[in-house]
């Protein structure tokens, strides 16, 4: 039987989702939005991109959630984008109502699905997410630590000339400005960036990586960033479904590790079938701990503003 992915919310991170996770024929897909005709015209678009590409994928728009029955995966997607001059939490309010829905009505159709989350403010989303549908843990997953880490390893590519293949960057803490490139970690084949790099230089990369949503957001004017999100999902999503235990920064929630409990925070996991099967803990220098730990005050204040505004 193939594999059944749903992605709620239609806008332009998932319908490009769906594009990413069509061209890779993984799974069929069912588009679903609030707004009338909209994913049923993306989804008869995309579908009929798909002889040209040669991929067979079954595609479904739809303002019903019926057809995501059975699915494997759920992607949440729904929610407002930042406008210039926001922050992610800026989106606290609105977006917690949307994807309460969108828990509500898939949970009850997909028991047995895993949920990544895209929406923001992320990791509240994605706390959100797991409260609402009950499910464990490993069961939801939140999107943020591939993207960040590949806008810094486009950066070092754009400034070193080198393969973003060889370019391995890890980005963690909270999807927020606090986010926290591990530089001492990150690496060109091998070679640490604090080698090849002169301070400096580094320096501007990790601060242009933090800022990296808002850099797209101020030049779109409208809407946030969606290629590069949207390729990050596709990627958790094949790990899972092709149970790759492949080991990416994501959004998981803490139990202990960073001496973190109870938020959802960024960090390496480990994807598979089941969803994330460990969390990788990294040995920090006091610098980054420093770091972790700011980060982490941002991520709990949102976390606590969530909880005074939902009963969970
Ligand atoms: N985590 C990340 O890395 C990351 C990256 C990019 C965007 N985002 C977030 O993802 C969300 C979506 O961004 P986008 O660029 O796709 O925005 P978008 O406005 O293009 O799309 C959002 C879609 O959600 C739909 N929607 C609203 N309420 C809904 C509901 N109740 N049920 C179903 N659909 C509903 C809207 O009609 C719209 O089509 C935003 O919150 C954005 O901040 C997160």
New binding site residues.
Partial sequence: MKNKVSI???????STTAHWLAEREIADLVL????EG?PQGKALDLQQALPVVGKDVKIIGTNDYEATAGSDIIVI??????KPGMS?DD?LTA?AE?VR??TEETIKRSPEAIYVV???P?DVMAFLTMKLSKLPPERVI???GI?DSARMRAFVGMELGVSVENIHCYVLGG?GDEMVPLTRHSNVAGVPLREILPADRLESIVNRTRKG?GEIVSLLKT????YA?SA?VAQMVEAILKDKHLAVPASAYMRGEYGLNGIFFGATVQLGRQGIEKIIVYKLDESEADALEKSAEAVWQTTEALQALVKI
């Fill in positions: 709620i919310g239609a806008g332009m991170t998932g679903v939005d609030v707004v909209m997607t729904a929610g407002l984008p930042r992610r989106l977006n949307i829905k969108a895209l929406t923001n992320l939140g999107q943020a993207l999807h949503g809407g946030s960033a969606y999100p990050a």
